[in-house]
């Protein structure tokens, strides 16, 4: 555990770049091997600006590296889901009755080039590119690269194995096929897949659509998100089914069927979008999935972060903010000073899995939430009230989303368990006629509260939480 | 779907047999291969006799193939559970207040070989022995086997394959590698493992424990089980954390520590175990998981059909109940006659996998509440109130165990649903004195009822089932 370790980081990606940026600031001699190019040189992303939810629990990953300045001028903030409905009516539906609580537009590529950058002024840090682990050998802490530029193969060895290396990661498929200890894990499709579109700036180089908002155009089967990029464009994706209902993924095939597709269902969209064909057929349809898996770890040797330990699907907004919050859980470990790496390691997952399982199963729920449930009226009145307890009383009320996104000190599970307490509570209340929205809102607060708690204790006794 | 049709079928295990049966009863030319020798002519068990729990889903399956009589002769019924506490005291308790609900234990080996012999009555049904399926071209629709008599390789064409080749299925491995489609998969390990030991008749050749019973000896972190064989011996299942606790698998090593370890925890188990310590070190240490995926079929080419598709932990008694379960569902929609292997496939899917979804959860509950609750105050006071429910008010209560294992028409999952929900009223209702065991019983149902009710209509709102 002395800081003249070698730490052997595979990905240089979002988190594995903050994670070599830390464990260099704490002294340790990191390399890092990368399979892409560095995308500060090379465009990577052919073209489309890939942009992210940023919210408090990446940020606090941020003050905890030093760099929050420099991260809040790549971000965009975004107050609110801006809700489009078929005939182009809009809505904005705040994230919080707190002004201060907002969600974030920021592009993964800059983000990386500035972790990468930051990381690299350790002198103890150095990142390798164009190299792709192939497999690790966990019992010989040793993995095998492929150098792309070369094409030759090499074998690296090193005191500790963190693998950063995304939802594909190697070294899981390592763990899985090499059936030394037994490996939990779940890979878990959606039966939707997405593809990126894009919304481009006017002729003056602005904004075609409200710039500070996460526009939703929720059409039950399916659905259309945007959010704003610093260059005046939007990034948009549709979530479609691969083949189920009239319109899929498979069977939009021709460039007649897409328009009629998108004229039906998102005419508003449709309008600020002349570049959608080319668009639509240029683009990749991609899957979602998620990943569990357990233990992370392998004795003291490796151990699995990110994406790698835990994929999600995109719909709470949260992946980036998980992958960096692991960072921040992980240092806190290290701060505790055990003996072994295996000691870090281990507790390190058994304080962490409870909440990125959690995550994993809210991002979940928000798909059905943003594609359908942000229409329905039950589900309106209920953020309604929610935000009106947020707005008078600020100390004494977070909905599931406040919980999730802007209380960075309370852990996934617990916001998960009490956020699902509350919602139950609210919408069994409203169904019943308990709670009346025209009643005193603080009476109707001490309801909720006294609901909620009664939800959160039946589950124990029944040993459900 | 005409019944010349080729059918493979690969794996003769307990759900591969009774599939060939009923296949060859409906007129399919199906072919069985299975990778083991033939059960019937060489004893495979190595000594052990396994045996299973067997209930009201297996017994309609061999009703449908009419041959319940002649496993009932198979069967020994067990009317509860017999509690051993640590002081040697017992206690029975019933599975059901009603008389004629109870499970039996029966042998695998005497039931698969009676579902073999059936199944070759048919001129239709043939089944090889020494074949083991090594993978599964999907669309192709063959299947390649090793031939264990002479190691040679061959490949197999087939109109349908149908693998029940069990948890390790190798179809499924090729569903998983071949990357062909997006399949959904998740293996979970429980951190304890299991050892099978016995009780040997005595001298006499009779039963040296009640013989009419499960015996459980629950000690919270660990657990023994006895089930009873038709010789008057008990096959008896320690199940045990591999590393966790101060007895695990991994420490006891030696004959003194597993002698210790008994004389500690099953001082009445070990009574009647002279052979204890052979046992514990000629048999093996095998793992528990819980094997989910989708989707099972590939087009209308191939189907995972028993564990193959949904491999369970033991503890609810239903892994071959299930199993069997899945051939009568398979069966109701042969007879639906629809007009493609694709459609009979799907459909089969989408009524079955939430039922085997729950079972797989259920089993886990189980796990703990075996080792655990059964010793809880509030736990037996559930069960209690339950029997005396079952018992006076036969047609209007089933508690979840008699929901899942005696009502065969209702499906896993909605007893499942139903069964937490009344756990879940009665728990809550102890622990708030709403319900008192000293009241008159017709109210307390009346209560339980009402209750449960409200616990399904308040998930129902919340969107939670």
Known sequence: MNRQQNILIIGAGLCGSLLALRLGQRG???????????????????????????????????????????????????????????????????????????????????????????????????IHFNKKCKSVNFEKTTASFKNYETGNLFIEDADVIIATDGAGSAMRKSYYLGKKFLFSFSQDWLSHGYKELSILPDEKGSYKAYKNALHIWGREDFMLIALPNLDGSFTVTLFLSY??????????????????????????????????????????????????????????????????????VPFYGQGMNASFEDVVEFDKILEQGHSSWEAVFKNYEKNRKKDTDAIADLAIDNFYEMKGHVNHVNFREKRNLEMAFEKTFPNEYSSKYSLVTFNEDIGYREAMLRGRAQDKAILN?????????????????????????????????????
């Open 243 to 312: 083949d189920e209902g009239e319109y899929n993924f498979n069977n939009l095939t021709t460039k007649s069927r897409v328009l009629e597709f998108f004229e039906k269902y998102f005419k508003d969209a449709l309008s600020l979008m002349p570049n959608l064909v080319d668009d639509f057929f240029n683009n990749p349809t991609s899957a979602l999935g998620t990943v569990k898996c357990s233990p992370w770890h392998y004795k003291g040797n490796t151990l699995l972060m990110g994406d790698a330990a835990h994929a999600i």
């Open 28 to 126: 340790y001699n990191v390399t890092v091997y990368e399979m892409r190019p560095d995308l500060r040189k090379v465009d990577i992303s052919a073209g489309r600006s890939i942009n992210l939810a940023f919210s408090d629990r990446g940020i606090k990953a941020m003050k905890l590296v030093g760099i929050q300045e420099k991260v809040e001028s790549l971000c965009i903030p975004m107050h609110g889901r801006m809700l489009h409905d078929l005939e182009g009516n809009t809505t904005l539906a705040p994230y919080s009755g707190r002004d201060h609580e907002y969600i974030n537009s920021i592009s993964r590529g800059q983000l990386n080039a500035l972790l990468l950058d930051e990381a690299e002024k350790h002198e103890n840090v150095t």
């Open 429 to 465: 209340m409203l169904a019943d006629g308990t709670l009346n929205l025209e009643d005193n809102l603080k009476t109707n607060l001490a309801k909720v509260k006294y609901e909620t708690e009664n939800i959160l204790e039946d589950d124990r006794i029944a040993g459900l939480n």
